[in-house]
């Protein structure tokens, strides 16, 4: 059977590349794309779009009956830099509309939902190399207290209403479809836009900071791969780990520099710094690997040659 697929969020930095991707696979009159806000023209016209605030219950669960929806992507949230600047408005968007679902999904009128965690759940006292599965999270943003209470009430769900729920924790992302959207991992897509029309780049976070990182084509394929697992595969309710590549600004500095020469690297660490040094450094993502099969494809070189491509081709 089909799922009708809604995807709240749609217009974002995910939503948008996951919904050209699933519309490929399921059918574009199969996935309907919302948002507070309308988007890019071949997300719009591809396929079904609705205007929709997230944090609006009633609107949300008409959506939902309208189209017949069996699967949701909650992926509307404040991310962690701009959650830092509006900390209630972030803790309202992010908890509001998980519980919107979540309940919609215990009064069985969505089938099967996924809700996206991020390395923000951790904090200053996790082991930052390889962190584990299941480790010690004390998040100091507001972004990563709306993530780990999540995915509590995630597992809860689970445990007490048999909501099929899942999630994995998302590293950084890069992407050149889309522009950074309030991230502290954002200089990582930042930096070849930077380079490309600049041939410069001054980073907010010092030259060794290492961040989790991943190239979005591999993260949209860890996202639908989880939802399309047999739900006696998926041991874990709260969130996965998803590990991709851990790399410095240094080391993505240097390999632009084997594309752009002249590039020019230099660094004024802000209040993101903070954030970073708060977060892994590399993630151990073994009972992905395990439970449902992930493993990540782009590595940093094949990552800085496929976005400095796409990226020159954009600008000419």
């Not at 605030?53 to 701009?82: G, R």
């Not at 972030?90 to 919107?100: C, E, G, T, V, Y």
């Not at 006292?125 to 299941?134: A, L, V, Y």
């Not at 996965?240 to 520099?257: A, Q, R």
């Amino acid at each position: 059977m089909t799922p009708k697929i809604l995807i709240i969020g749609a217009c974002g930095q995910i939503g948008s590349e996951l919904t050209m991707s699933l519309r490929q696979i399921h059918g574009n009159k199969n996935v309907v794309a919302a948002d507070i806000r309308e988007g890019k023209d071949e997300l719009m016209t591809s396929g079904p779009f609705e205007i929709i605030n997230a944090m609006d219950y009633d609107v949300v669960k008409n959506c939902v009956e309208k189209h017949q929806i069996t699967d949701v992507y909650l992926l509307a949230a404040m991310l962690s830099a701009t959650g830092e600047k509006f900390p209630m408005k972030a803790w309202d968007l992010n908890m509001n509309s998980l519980f919107h679902v979540l309940n919609l999904a215990k009064d069985g009128l969505i089938k099967k939902l996924f809700w996206p965690s991020s390395i923000a759940v951790f904090g200053p006292t996790t082991p930052r190399e390889n962190t584990p599965q299941f480790t010690i999270m004390e998040p100091t943003t507001v972004y990563g207290i709306t993530k780990q209470t999540g995915e509590r009430w995630c597992e809860y769900y689970h445990n007490k209403y048999g909501v099929d729920v899942r999630s994995i924790r998302y590293p950084g992302l890069i992407s050149w479809k889309t522009l950074p959207g309030g991230g502290t991992t954002d200089y990582a897509v930042d930096i070849f836009h930077k380079a490309i029309k600049d041939n410069a780049y001054d980073c907010f976070l010092s030259e060794n900071t290492a961040l989790p990182m991943m190239y979005m084509d591999d993260a949209v394929r860890a996202t639908m791969s989880i939802m399309e697992a047999p739900s006696d595969a998926i041991k874990i309710r709260s969130s996965y780990n998803l590990g991709g590549i851990s790399f410095t600004p240094d080391m993505i500095s240097k390999e632009i520099k084997t594309h752009l020469p002249d590039f020019k690297m230099s660094y004024t660490p802000d209040f993101r710094q903070a954030i970073a040094d708060s977060w892994p450094m590399s993630i151990d993502d073994t009972a992905a690997q395990n439970d449902w099969n992930w493993k990540h494809n782009y590595d940093l070189k094949e990552m800085t040659n496929v976005m400095l491509k796409n990226l020159s081709t954009e600008t000419v």
